[in-house]
């Protein structure tokens, strides 16, 4: 069957390449040529556009192979003062690559700026990513120039924006101008900057319902507390009930337990939609605190919820509530837990984790006895639908069936010819050139807007395995990741460096697939990869973490020492034992201490003896909650890629995670 489809595969990936400037193969290593591309480059980050001009015009004398990329940073450089002619000149001279579309991009932003809304909806529909919210924006505000009522599309892009930006400022300003935009449409954006921790935001927003409302809130800014106090009940306004839950919003994301002596207070002053509001908001704040009364703030804000209200708690406001009530005790744990997931939009809810999580809600709150049966079958039925080897809680799922993960049977590898029409594909030719260069950033995004365009499963195991033949390993993962049918677990989860990981996880004493585990999901086994706190290599060690687990293994360590593989993978097996043992041999503890510092799991474990599972989710930090999944998956995959007899998501996990145990050694407060 395979076979039959291959001409038709490679028909289509023919199209592909057609349709993309021809480009030679990237070299293994970079040509003579290659230094006029970083040449270039700097020449753009620094705008110097009069060289920029000039190693455009020899790139493309040349035909370098990177010469869209010169192009690119050339007119990008000074677009501002571009006209229409010359972007469509550009769009002839390189139809279908990465660097057309992203060039629109920036050159819709422009014709937003310049208010040049013929041509802004001339570019639009040809904007093939269509991912910039600034974009939206401005397409929002042409709409609404036609006459086309936008409002409620308005409302959402311009609450979801996450900065300031002049495309979102004047769509919410023309509309309110208009009258479109009026205390239904601001509130809420109001009351999410606020929440978001953006000041400037909150006033931006407030001035767009007037000078006083832009007053009182500046008075509220600047000390909630305060303005909370001095409005005693008989001197309550009409739109005070609003600003006190901006001013409880405030409070609360310092002192929860003061903003809610404050709620108790104001709640018989509020709508019934203000004060559940100001209660959930405020749960979330205690629940991402992990204190103890959370569930009950989430249960105070329910009683406030009336069925004739639309739900407008934020999507993070619900999910705290779930962790918060993970947390609570059993009676009242899985009904809050069912009641929170019931209130969550249709795609959030389908996320795997409050999929399980309901599940495990219909199962807990069951009836006794026959009563209960339907609800327990529904539960089963979620989790059966569930289960699969996907992520943490689809694997979790599937256990929970009693199953196992198994490896898939290998697909057949890519034909000569299917592997002959990957490297025919302009756009990964370059990337990978880029990526060679040192450009990470530049290939990963031409890369991953070629993948767009490839015909299925057989071409990106294709794209993958030329990828891993490259060594280019976040590529080889991130695009065999796409497939659908067709998974090749090898390239999902490789194992480079194999001896030497194996080696140093033997000398440490710890599985071999739980540190793959864990290099996938720090650098994608990048060797020099640097993150933006400052950590290094395949184990992603801080400098002081790497010089005080240096000096325990007694090893001469230098700084320029942290990216050498050996003494990387040395330190970080090292540093990681070290946090299994502090952490009584808890995959789960480690691995958050390995992201976060040990420090913070020591916190986080103190207080109920919690399901292990809950334990996780309930990790306060988005990115540490994240990671512990995947690398904990990550480490069952490689179990079976390396043929170890790996142990279940489950038991990595354990049963439960609650304070240290009393006869356990105290804890190495040495640990960094």
Request: some cysteine; overall charge positive.
């Amino acid at each position: 069957m395979l076979r039959s489809l291959t001409p038709w595969l490679l028909a289509l990936l023919t199209a592909v390449a057609a349709a993309q400037p021809a480009a030679p193969p990237a070299p293994s290593t970079p040509s003579a040529d290659d230094s006029l591309v970083l040449a270039a480059r700097d020449a753009f980050r620094t705008t110097d556009r009069n060289r920029l001009a000039a190693l455009r015009e020899q790139a493309l004398r040349q035909q370098h192979p990177l010469a869209s990329w010169f192009d690119y940073w050339e007119l990008n450089a000074r677009l501002r003062e571009a006209q229409q002619p010359e972007l469509e000149a550009f769009y002839a001279r390189w139809p279908g690559s990465y660097v057309e579309d992203r060039l629109r991009n920036d050159w819709l932003l422009v014709l937003g700026m310049r208010r040049d809304w013929d041509n802004f909806r001339r570019e639009l529909p040809r904007f093939k990513l269509a991912d910039d919210r600034e974009v939206d924006c401005y397409a929002l505000l042409a709409r609404h120039a036609e006459g086309q009522d936008v409002r409620e599309a308005a409302a959402q892009a311009w609450r979801a924006q996450r900065r300031d930006d002049d495309g979102c400022t004047l769509m919410a300003r023309t509309l309110a101008e208009a009258g479109r935009f009026g205390r239904a449409e601001v509130w809420p954006g109001i009351r999410l900057a606020a929440e978001a921790n953006r000041p400037k935001a909150v006033l931006a927003a407030a001035a767009l319902l007037g000078s006083s409302t832009e007053r009182q809130l500046r008075e509220v800014l600047d000390n909630p507390a305060r303005w909370l106090t001095r409005h005693p009940r008989t001197q309550v306004r009409e739109h005070d009930g609003e600003a006190a839950v901006i001013a409880l919003l405030r409070m609360a994301a310092a002192d929860p337990e003061a903003a809610a002596a404050q709620a108790l207070d104001w709640e018989d002053r509020l709508t019934p939609s203000q004060a559940a509001y100001a209660w959930a908001a405020i749960g979330r704040q205690s629940a991402q605190k992990l204190l103890p009364l959370a569930a009950a703030q989430y249960a105070q804000a329910w009683t406030f919820v009336r069925a004739e209200h639309a739900m407008d708690w934020p999507v993070e406001t619900l999910a705290w509530g779930v962790r918060a009530a993970l947390r609570a005790e059993p009676a009242v744990r899985w009904p809050l837990v069912s009641r929170t997931i019931d209130a969550m939009p249709a795609a959030e809810k389908a996320d795997p984790a409050w999929v399980y999580w309901k599940a495990r809600a219909l199962q807990g709150a069951a009836k006794a006895g026959t009563a209960g049966d339907a609800d327990r079958v529904r539960g089963q039925q979620m989790l059966q639908a569930l289960a699969g080897p996907q992520n943490f809680y689809a694997l979790l799922a599937l256990e929970e069936q009693g199953g196992r993960f198994t490896a898939p049977a290998a697909p057949t590898p890519p034909s000569d010819a299917e592997r002959s029409a990957a490297r025919g594909v302009p756009g990964l030719q370059r990337s990978l050139q880029l990526i060679a260069l040192g450009l990470r950033s530049e290939g990963v995004r031409e890369w991953n807007f070629t993948l767009r365009e490839l015909p299925g499963d057989r071409a990106l195991l294709a794209a993958a395995q030329w990828a891993c033949e490259r060594e280019v390993w976040d590529r080889c993962i991130n695009t065999s990741d796409r497939t659908r049918a067709e998974i090749d677990l090898s390239q999902r989860y490789p194992t480079p460096f194999r001896t030497q990981v194996q080696a140093k996880a033997r000398e440490a004493g710890i599985e071999a697939a739980f540190v793959y585990g864990l290099i996938r999901q720090e650098s994608r086994f990048i060797m020099d990869a640097r993150s933006s706190v400052g950590a290094s290599g395949l184990m992603q060690l801080m400098p002081t973490t790497a010089r005080w687990t240096a000096r325990k293994v007694s090893l001469e360590f230098t700084p320029a020492m942290i990216n050498d593989r050996d003494v990387n993978l040395r330190l970080g097996t090292s540093y990681l034992k070290l946090l299994l043992d502090d952490f009584e041999g808890a995959q789960a503890l480690a691995t958050a201490g390995y992201n976060a510092g040990p420090g913070r799991p020591r916190r986080w474990r103190d207080g109920p003896v919690l399901d292990a599972a809950a334990w996780v989710e309930n990790i306060p930090f988005t990115e540490t909650r994240d990671y512990v999944k995947k690398v904990l998956t990550n480490a069952v995959h490689y179990a079976a890629v390396l043929g170890e007899n790996g142990t279940s998501l489950k038991a990595r996990l354990g049963a439960t995670v609650g304070p240290r145990p009393p006869a356990a050694a105290a804890p190495n407060k040495d640990l960094p």
